[in-house]
Structure formats: C-alpha cells, structure tokens
C-alpha cells in the first residue's frame, strides 16, 4: 500500500512539473491576428501565416478575413464595436483615415526609409508614420495578346491605343474575329472606386479642387472635359460588353472569358491575376491597356493607367499589449526585409512592394506590365482618399446607368449630389 502511494505521489509530483515546466512556454506565446481585407489572396496569406509561425514559435499568426462583399472598414469597425479589433487591420487607403487615431506610430521602423516616393502619404499625420504601405496596385484594360494578335492580324502593340476612337478600332477589330471585345464587370466595387475614379485623377486642378467645385455649384458637370469625355468612354464599353443584353447577371465570369479567350479585354487590376491563370487555357500573353477619355492621341492622359498604394496595414494601439505591437511590428518587417516576405508579396500576393529594397521582379505578367508603365512616367494618380461608402453608392448608379434605367445626365446627377452630401 505505501508502495503504491509512493508511485501515485511520484507520479503527482512528475505531472506537476511538466505542468509547471509547460507552463512558461505557454506564457511566451503571443497571439496576434490580422484582419485581410483583400478576398483574393485569403489563401496565401493563410499559408504564409503558417509558414511565419514555424519560423516564429514564439508567436502565433492568425488571419481574419473581411467576408466576401464587406469591406474591411465595415468588419474593422465591428470589430471595435464589439471591443475586440483585429491587431493588424489591413484597409483601403481611403478608410485607413478613419483610424489613424488608434494607431501605433511606426515612423522609427527600418523600412520607412526604404518607402517609394509618396508612399506613405495616405498613413502620415503630423509627419507621423501611422500604417504600412502593403500593395502598389494598378488596373485599366487586361489585353488577351493572343485574341488581339488576331484581330489586329500580327503581333499587337500596346501603344497602339492612345485614344478612344483607336480604342474603338480595335474593339471592332476584335468583334470581326467572332471574339466579344469586352467584359465590362458589374460589381460596385470595380464600377465605383475604380472606373469612375480615373474620371477624378484626370481633373485640372487635381481631385480635391474638383469635389469641393462640385459641392460649391461652380463645376457644370455637363461641361467637364473629363467627366463627359467618361461617360463616352463607359458608353463605349457598355455596347461592346460581352454581357451588354444582361449587364447585371454577369453571365460570364471576367476571368473566365479572358482567359479562354472568349474577350479580348477586361477592366480590371493586377490582383485578378491568380484567377486568370487559373483560367488561361493556352499559356497566353496578358498586359494593360489605358481606358482612353477622348479622341486626342497627343493627350499624355490616353496613353496612362491607373497606378498607386492601395491596401495600409495598422496596428491597433487601444487594446493590444506591447508584446503584441512589438510582434506585429517584427512580421511587418519580415515582409520587406527577409526573402520569404519578400517571395510572398511578390509571387504569392501578386503585388508590387512599395519598397525600393525589394529587388524581386513580378513573376506575373500584369505586375511586369505595371512596372513597365512606372519606368516610363506612364501613370495616373490612384484615387485613395474616397469615403467608405463612395464606390457603394457611385457604383449603384452606375449599375443603373449601364442597366438603361437613367441616362447620362441622370448619372452625373447623382455623382453630384453624392459628393454635396459629403460636405
């Protein structure tokens, strides 16, 4: 019986130490999370959160995708809502000014230094670092090569387009060949923060001097070059939309129809990339085209595309510890400064780093092609600063514009009176 005693006592007291010795590990454990906000790179950023946390043991890495058609200002401020925000939150340019006041200064951290030019422009306050500059993005016309190298009957030049009626050229061009000329997709998102704003980028004065013109009543939006020359512009690929007898059903997946090569072009960015491959059925070339807004072929605008940081990440500075701010702080600069990071932002994310120590070419050819038209000075002004329910409701009256329930004067209305009510 002692016996006995004595080994449940041993055996007490052993699985009392490994619980204390277990116990200290635990401790060291620090739990960060990130909110994403980019839908299409939700696998590869849960794989590198893997990935980081076995290079890592001391930390545990979890992302938190915003769902699908909510934005990561609304899921962010849920999340505050609830007491319980994310330590990272990764957000568009625009929505990041919305929390720039609960986030930690990062002006001290090695990769400012190494920041492109007016890349942290949208995180700055007070000359204050408050966010990391994630992706340098760029969008306009993707270009099937080899449905235009068709149509235009040899080997297709990009700089060939500098104006709409070349684009409308070769729209027609393309049509002859038994090949849609576009996909023109249809969500708000695209419609309202993208192709609307190439409108904005393009305004003498800059934006901002043309919203506060319209909501002071001296801009007559029926006589603005830009937005007139827009609507043209959207006309024209409206009635070459591959969806055009049914433009908000979206028979045809953009992707999809570019990449069988059922169009020859889609408006869209370089993050749709992944899902064009995806779908590339014969190992074809893919680049950018300009969306033209007039006739001019010496218009330097014509001959541009849309280019700029797109997606900050913050850390939250109310409710994480320092431990926790120090970890999130440490994976940033495992993107930009360690070869893993940097595989991932490039090959795996499919983005242009806004680092200049990041030497790493784009694999993908919509990267290549964004960096080509950087090199040459060939790029307009990514529209950033939006509020957060701008491409919502923009976009929803574009959506009406394309589905034939307004007109044109209508459209321009309510773009107009959106931007009163911001006032």
């Not at 050229?169 to 249809?186: A, C, D, N, Q, R």
């Not at 908000?248 to 570019?258: F, Q, R, S, V």
């Not at 680049?287 to 797109?310: A, E, M």
Request: proline share 4%; net charge neutral; glycine share 8%.
């Amino acid at each position: 019986m002692k016996k006995q005693l004595g080994i449940s006592l041993s055996l007490a007291c052993l699985l009392m130490l490994m619980g204390c010795s277990a116990s200290p590990t635990s401790l060291k454990t620090t739990r960060i999370t990130l909110l994403n906000s980019k839908t299409e790179i939700k696998t590869q950023l849960e794989e590198v959160a893997k990935q980081y946390n076995q290079e890592h043991p001391g930390v545990t890495l979890e992302i938190i995708s915003a769902p699908e058609g909510t934005s990561g200002y609304q899921k962010l401020m849920s999340m505050y809502g609830s007491g319980s925000p994310a330590t990272m939150s990764m957000l568009d340019s625009g929505d990041t000014q919305q929390f720039l006041d609960k986030a930690v200064d990062l002006s001290k951290e090695k990769w400012v230094a190494e920041t492109i030019d007016n890349g942290l422009d949208a995180v700055k306050k007070n000359e204050t670092v408050l966010g990391f500059p994630f992706a340098v993005e760029g969008y306009g016309l993707i270009y099937n090569k080899k449905v235009l190298d068709k149509a235009v009957g040899g080997s297709f030049d990009a700089s060939s387009v500098k104006s709409r009626s070349s684009l409308n050229l070769l729209m027609t061009k393309i049509k002859k060949t038994g090949v849609e000329p576009v996909m023109l997709s249809t969500m708000d998102w695209s419609l309202g923060s993208h192709l609307l704003t190439v409108s904005y980028s393009v305004q003498p004065g800059g934006f901002s001097k043309f919203v506060k013109g319209m909501q002071n009543n001296s801009i007559d939006m029926s006589k603005n070059d830009a937005m007139s020359g827009w609507v043209q512009t959207l006309d024209l690929l409206k009635d070459n939309n591959i969806n055009k007898n049914s433009p908000m059903e979206n028979t045809y997946d953009g992707a999809k129809a570019l990449g069988e090569g059922k169009v020859g072009l889609w408006f869209m960015g370089n993050w749709a990339w992944g899902e064009i491959k995806s779908n590339d059925t014969a190992n074809g070339e893919y680049g950018f085209l300009p969306l033209p807004l007039n006739n001019n072929s010496d218009d330097p605008v014509n001959s541009k595309i849309t280019v700029g940081v797109t997606k900050y990440i913050i850390i939250d500075s109310k409710t994480t510890t320092p431990k926790q701010q120090e970890e999130a702080k440490r994976f940033l600069n495992w993107l930009v400064f360690e070869k893993p990071g940097q595989e991932f932002l490039v090959n795996k994310a499919n983005t242009i780093p806004a680092f200049k120590n990041i030497s790493l070419e784009p694999v993908d050819p919509l990267g290549k092609s964004i960096k080509a038209y950087i090199s040459e000075g060939k790029t307009l002004p990514f529209i950033t600063t939006l509020p957060p329910d701008h491409w919502a409701i923009t976009g929803a009256s574009i959506q009406s514009y394309i589905s034939g329930k307004i007109d044109s004067a209508e459209l321009l209305r309510q773009i107009r009176i959106y931007w009163k009510a911001q006032r």
